[in-house]
């Protein structure tokens, strides 16, 4: 079964607009943390934001925000005023403390894409 | 301070050969991992290094192989290539903690081409 789920395959938004890109995760483990990363058609990975399970507040870095619903499992990504620069692939990723350990398990990613 | 650097950026091999990849990790960082990223299976785990001892492996035929020098820096080999084995490999760095958060801050890829 999949562990983390991205069901928008692409996406569009208008610049300056907000965008929510979602993500599902699945995990029996009570101590985990979520990742969001961004690979622009480079290829470099980059570390947005991070939030732990038992965090009680929303990760927040800069125009980047994480909208987390443990209950749902859910942990989606908002990035507000959207610049041109923004386009790329989003990548949202899981660490589980229990059995994988020191690896991350990624989903199939979104592609967003920034329209002036 | 530097980052992740992977070297080398592009690599073209035939069938049969072997190639090695090379991964220097941010100054600090004790841990290595491995992922292979192509179209079809996405982001996949390889293996992971810490102090030079492999900590965790994903699910990878025994061709794939790696090592960790004693300044953290990493390599990885594929022999016997493949043409399935056509991908951006990436590498990973952290400090290596086993907290959730242990952010892995990633290099630029190796681009393999397998002909």
């Known amino acids: 079964a999949q562990k983390i789920t991205q069901t928008q395959p692409g996406m569009f938004v208008q610049e300056k607009e907000a965008v929510t890109l979602d993500c599902t995760y699945d995990t029996s483990d009570q101590s985990y943390g979520l990742f969001w990363y961004k690979q622009p058609s480079s290829g470099e990975m980059i570390f947005l934001i991070y939030q732990g399970s038992y965090d009680e507040q929303n990760a927040t870095e800069g125009r980047y925000s994480l909208n987390f619903q443990k209950a749902r499992k859910s942990a989606n990504l908002v990035i507000s005023a959207s610049q041109l620069g923004d386009s790329a692939m989003y990548f949202c990723?899981?660490?589980?403390?229990?059995?994988?350990?020191?690896?991350?398990?990624f989903g199939k990613g979104t592609k967003l894409s920034v329209k002036p | 301070k530097a980052g992740v650097t992977q070297t080398p950026r592009y690599l073209i091999k035939t069938r049969g050969q072997q190639v090695t990849l090379s991964c220097s990790p941010i100054s600090g960082h004790r841990s290595v991992s491995w992922y292979q990223q192509t179209p079809g299976q996405g982001l996949q785990f390889l293996f992971e290094y810490f102090s030079e001892t492999q900590r965790n492996k994903g699910n990878f035929p025994g061709r794939f192989s790696g090592r960790q020098f004693s300044n953290s820096r990493s390599e990885m080999n594929v022999s016997t290539l493949e043409l399935g084995d056509s991908a951006l490999y990436l590498c990973?760095?952290?400090?290596?903690?086993?907290?959730?958060?242990?952010?892995?801050?990633f290099g630029a890829g190796t681009r393999l081409s397998v002909l």
């Open positions: 990723a899981m660490r589980e403390r229990g059995g994988s350990q020191g690896n991350l398990i």
């Open positions: 990973a760095s952290s400090v290596g903690d086993h907290l959730a958060k242990n952010i892995q801050y």
